[in-house]
């Protein structure tokens, strides 16, 4: 079984090896930029639709595209793709999970590490021929409570890497985890979590259930002097209330996921020396690259085999 047609919209940077293996599971591919003014005329006889994570595939967009059967994600987020809906037309979403769950673990205490230690600051020193320790100070993850808000893979692989360093791990999640627990990572309600927490790290999905959930009540609660990291998106939290906290200076608040953001709000939040912003970096390895696109492919092949892969709906 082959798709009729393929529509990607927007290109998603595959290695030649996975085009190929796309090129062979549909008699037609189309790949459009998205704001081509051609999609509109090639949605009407698609039965497939691959896109990356930015890319809406709203109710509209569903309805303009009579024939279509199958959305592919190249992303772990869909929250752009409205999944719901699509169920309701028969149409399976899948995305890919799973692929960054290292790197964006990995990258999680790379910038603890770095603000903590005041990394920055010794490589600009160096550079300037100062090789004086005064001045410095420093805390060590270890005996901090370390909360960690949704233990999905990424919040899990967090977890294991903050028990390592020896840390107070708590969690909370929409689910316990029982096999987590064993291990000596405690479950805490959501608002003691926040409050206690020295370090706080964020890993849900964007949904309907988590936008906002750092809302301004608990935003309010975080303990003084906590460096909380967001490597998820930004719509988690209330903005206006979180600038207001930073502004205080009693806590460091890092992300990395600026190109969600309105430029404007990054401009601003940028000035304040307790506000880290990263480009969208967390997920970057060269084993995750790889596995994101083999995991892709591969949903779309067991779709056509009939036993869809990560399918969300």
């Excluded at 927007?10 to 930029?33: A, M, Q, R």
């Excluded at 790197?103 to 021929?129: M, N, P, W, Y």
Aim: aromatic share 8%; hydrophobic share 35%.
């Amino acid at each position: 079984m082959k798709f009729k047609k393929i529509l990607v919209m927007d290109e998603l940077g595959l290695d030649k090896e996975y085009w190929k293996s796309i090129d062979s599971l549909c008699e037609k591919k189309i790949v459009l930029t998205l704001n081509s003014p051609e999609i509109k005329e090639h949605l009407k006889d698609a039965d497939c639709i691959l896109v990356k994570f930015l890319a809406r595939v709203d109710k509209k967009i569903i309805d303009a595209t009579p024939k279509l059967k199958y959305v592919g994600v190249l992303a772990t987020g869909y929250g752009r793709v409205d999944a719901d809906y699509a169920k309701t037309k028969g149409i399976s979403v899948c995305n890919v999970p799973g692929f960054s769950t290292e790197s964006v673990a990995e990258f999680v205490f790379a910038t603890i590490l770095e603000h903590i230690r005041d990394l920055e600051r010794g490589k600009k020193q160096i550079r300037e021929g100062n090789y004086s320790e005064g001045g410095f100070s420093a805390i060590e993850i270890k005996g901090k409570v370390f909360g960690i808000l949704g233990l999905g893979r990424i919040g899990g692989r967090t977890a294991e890497l903050a028990l390592a360093f020896g840390a107070d791990v708590r969690y909370w999640s929409r689910n316990r985890k029982k096999e987590f627990e064993k291990r000596g990572i405690k479950y805490e309600d959501a608002d003691e979590l926040i409050k206690n927490s020295d370090i706080l790290s964020l890993h849900f999905a964007k949904t309907k259930d988590t936008e906002n959930f750092l809302n301004e009540q608990r935003i309010k609660t975080i303990k003084k002097g906590a460096v909380v990291i967001n490597t998820s998106p930004m719509e988690l939290l209330d903005l206006k209330t979180l600038e207001k906290r930073i502004q205080k200076g009693d806590i460091t608040f890092i992300l990395d996921h600026s190109d969600e953001m309105k430029p404007e709000d990054v401009k601003r939040l940028v000035q304040y020396k307790n506000c880290i912003i990263y480009p969208p970096i967390a997920y970057l390895s060269k084993e995750g690259r790889i596995i994101k696109q083999k995991i892709f492919v591969e949903n779309i092949e067991n779709f056509l085999k009939g036993n869809s892969t990560n399918k969300v709906n």
